[in-house]
Nanobody, 124 residues
Framework: QVQLVESGGGLVQTGGSLRLSCAAS????????MGWFRHAPGNDREFVTLISWNGGTTLYADSVKGRFIISRDNANHTVYLQMNSLAPDDTGVYYCTAGASTNGILRNRGGDYWGQGTQVTVSS
C-alpha cells in the first residue's frame, strides 16, 4: 500500500555534500516516524537517523551526528537527508524506511516499508 522512492545519491569527494530525498505514497505518511538506514559491503545494515511523525523528535547515529540533518515535508509526502562533511566511511546504499508502530522499532529494525535504495559513494 505504501511506496517509498529514494533519490539524490551519487559520487562525491571527501568533504562534500549530498541531499537525499524519499518520496512516499499513502495517506498514513504523516502519522508515522520515518528514517534512514545504510548498508556498506561487508557490514550489517546500520541505522542512520529518524524523525517522528510531527518532526518534534530526531535521532542520529553517533557516526553522523553533527554532519547529517533529517527533515520532512508532510505536505509533499517527502523526507530529506542532508549529508555534509562526507567521508569514505559514509559510502553505501541508503534506504528510506517507514511503517513502524514506535520510534524504537524503527530505530532497531526499521519499518514495514522500504525504498529501493540509492547509492552514495565518497571518494578519498
Amino acid at each position: 500500500q505504501v511506496q517509498l522512492v529514494e533519490s539524490g545519491g551519487g559520487l562525491v569527494q571527501t568533504g562534500g555534500s549530498l541531499r537525499l530525498s524519499c518520496a512516499a505514497s499513502g495517506r498514513t505518511f504523516s502519522s508515522r516516524a520515518m528514517g534512514w538506514f545504510r548498508h556498506a559491503p561487508g557490514n550489517d545494515r546500520e541505522f542512520v537517523t529518524l524523525i517522528s511523525w510531527n518532526g518534534g523528535t530526531t535521532l542520529y547515529a553517533d557516526s553522523v551526528k553533527g554532519r547529517f540533518i533529517i527533515s520532512r515535508d508532510n505536505a509533499n509526502h517527502t523526507v530529506y537527508l542532508q549529508m555534509n562533511s562526507l567521508a569514505p566511511d559514509d559510502t553505501g546504499v541508503y534506504y528510506c524506511t517507514a511503517g513502524a508502530s514506535t520510534n524504537g522499532i524503527l530505530r532497531n529494525r526499521g519499518g514495514d516499508y522500504w525504498g529501493q535504495g540509492t547509492q552514495v559513494t565518497v571518494s578519498s
